[in-house]
C-alpha cells in the first residue's frame, strides 16, 4: 500500500524562480493539506483540500502561493518569484475522511532551497 | 504561529527509561494529536486524544490531556534508541471549521543505548 508522496524530494532555487512540487496522496484521501516546516520547527498548515475544492487557504503566507487540486486527487503547490524566506520542507499530508479527528497521513517532503 | 508548546524541547536518556514529554496549547480544541519526525523523513501519527478523554494508551505510550490546563503529556516507557526522533503535539480547533492542525515546536529525544 503506497503512502503519500512527494516530489521533487529536493529542490534548489535561485531566487526569483518559480517551483512546483507535487503530492500524490493515498488513493481514495478526501481531504489533502499542504504545511511548511522551518528548520528546527513544528509544521505550518498552507491550505486544505476536501476533493478538487481548497476550503481553506488561510495558511498561505503571500499571493505567490497558490495551489491547486483539479481532479480532486493529486496536488500542486507552485511558488512564484521565490525568495530565500521561503526555504523550508514542504509537507503534503491526506486523510480519508473530512475532519480533523481523522488521522493525517504525511509524505516525506520536499526540502526547498532558495539561494 | 504555533499554538502548542512543547516541553522540554530536548531530552536526552538511557535505552530503557521513561520519557515524557509536556505540550500546552491556547485555545479550546477537539482533539489533540501526537506525531513522531525521524531525521529526514515525514510525520508519523502516533496516537489521537479526544476532547472529551482524559488518558489513552497504545503500546509504549501513555497520552493524558487536561482540558482544564490546556495540556497533554506524552510518556514513552522502555525506551529504545529507535525511539529518537523529535515528537510534535498537534491540536485542531473547537470552532471556526477549519481542518487544519496547529503543531508546536516538537521535543528533540536523543536515546542512547
Known amino acids: 500500500g503506497a503512502g503519500v508522496s512527494q516530489s521533487p524530494r529536493y529542490k534548489v532555487a535561485k531566487r526569483g524562480q518559480d517551483v512546483a512540487l507535487r503530492c500524490d496522496p493515498i488513493s481514495g484521501h478526501v481531504s489533502l493539506f499542504w504545511y511548511q516546516q522551518a528548520l528546527g520547527q513544528g509544521p505550518e498548515f498552507l491550505t486544505y483540500?476536501?476533493?478538487?475544492?481548497?476550503?481553506?487557504k488561510s495558511g498561505l503566507p503571500s499571493d505567490r502561493f497558490f495551489a491547486e487540486r483539479p481532479e480532486g486527487s493529486v496536488s500542486t503547490l507552485k511558488i512564484q518569484r521565490t525568495q530565500q524566506e521561503d526555504s523550508a520542507v514542504y509537507l503534503c499530508a491526506s486523510s480519508l475522511f473530512r475532519g480533523v479527528r481523522y488521522e493525517q497521513y504525511f509524505g516525506p517532503g520536499t526540502r526547498l532551497t532558495v539561494t | 504561529s504555533q499554538q502548542g508548546e512543547e516541553d522540554p524541547q530536548a531530552l536526552s536518556i538511557q535505552e530503557g527509561e521513561n520519557a515524557t514529554m509536556n505540550c500546552s496549547y491556547k485555545t479550546s480544541i477537539n482533539n489533540l494529536q501526537w506525531y513522531r519526525q525521524n531525521s529526514g523523513r515525514g510525520l508519523v501519527h502516533l496516537i489521537l486524544?479526544?476532547?472529551?478523554?482524559r488518558e489513552k494508551h497504545s503500546g509504549r505510550l501513555r497520552v493524558t490531556l487536561d482540558t482544564s490546563k490546556k495540556s497533554s503529556s506524552l510518556l514513552i516507557t522502555a525506551s529504545r534508541a529507535a525511539d529518537t526522533a523529535s515528537y510534535f503535539c498537534?491540536?485542531?480547533?473547537?470552532?471556526?471549521?477549519?481542518?487544519?492542525?496547529?503543531f508546536g515546536k516538537g521535543t528533540k529525544l536523543t536515546v542512547n543505548p
Open positions: 486524544i479526544r476532547s472529551n478523554e
Open positions: 498537534a491540536t485542531d480547533a473547537e470552532q471556526g471549521g477549519s481542518e487544519k492542525l496547529v
Open positions: 483540500f476536501q476533493n478538487e475544492a481548497q476550503l481553506d
